[in-house]
């Protein structure tokens, strides 16, 4: 099975209003990385989270990384139509090179 | 500077048969990782390879194979396809593959099989 659970699955966000995303593992995580997949389109890697309660900013996204390290979140401030597309978030396990994608949050944005 | 490139970009095959998928690493990487997405679904880990040898691999059947060049560039094979082996495929590359390092993924080769 997956080793991390994303909620919720689906996300439709009124253009302009906020929303987050959350990702959560039963173990440990050496660190968390998430990635964008626009509609027809591949996985693009967004950033990488690795301290306990890490905090880092893009613009509109805001990613932070739990202090126990097994969660994390994403949260998008006024959403504008080209935030439209599947967000995942990965991990690898301790001691190995697997990077285990999440089911992602599909998001769709309401002009 | 090329990014990963895969070919083809679809494929339509029916029950049984074989199927190849090419992928070339971005300039620079030496680690190629596949993954298997089905619709609506996160990618799923088959395998990984380095220096030629599958380093790591997920739960997928014997009927996926692979290889790797020593130009870094790798091949998927599917034996024997099934209609649940329909799916976009997907070729990732890393630079030794450690884990932490992250993934630059082709545009996938979608194959249909029916």
């Known amino acids: 099975g997956q080793q991390v659970m994303q909620i919720p699955q689906y996300q439709h966000v009124q253009e302009g209003e906020d929303f987050t995303t959350y990702c959560n593992s039963s173990?440990?995580?050496?660190?968390i990385q998430w990635y964008k997949q626009r509609p027809g389109g591949h996985p693009v890697f967004l950033i990488q989270?690795?301290?306990?309660?890490e905090v880092k900013k893009q613009k509109r996204l805001t990613f932070q990384f739990g202090e126990a390290k097994k969660n994390s979140s994403l949260h998008i401030t006024a959403t504008q139509t080209t935030d439209v597309g599947t967000y995942f978030c990965?991990?690898?396990?301790?001691?190995?090179?697997?990077?285990?994608f999440g089911g992602g949050t599909r998001v769709l944005v309401k002009p | 500077d090329a990014g990963v490139t895969q070919s083809p970009t679809h494929l339509i095959k029916t029950r049984g048969q074989q199927v190849t998928l090419r992928c070339s690493p971005k300039?620079?990487?030496?680690?190629v990782s596949w993954y298997q997405q089905a619709l609506g679904q996160g990618p799923q880990f088959i395998f990984q390879?380095?220096?030629?040898?599958?380093?790591q691999r997920g739960n997928f059947p014997d009927r996926f194979s692979g290889h790797q060049f020593p130009n870094y560039s790798s091949e998927l094979n599917v034996n024997a396809l099934l209609l649940g082996d329909s799916a976009l495929y997907l070729c990732?590359?890393?630079?030794?593959?450690?884990?932490?390092?992250?993934?630059?993924f082709g545009s996938g080769t979608q194959l249909s099989v029916l």
């Open positions: 990732a590359s890393s630079l030794r593959g450690g884990n932490n390092e992250k993934l630059f």
């Open positions: 989270l690795v301290k306990s309660g």
């Open positions: 390879y380095y220096e030629e040898e599958e380093r």
């Open positions: 990965a991990a690898y396990k301790a001691a190995g090179n697997k990077l285990t």
């Open positions: 300039s620079g990487h030496d680690t």
């Open positions: 173990t440990t995580l050496s660190n």
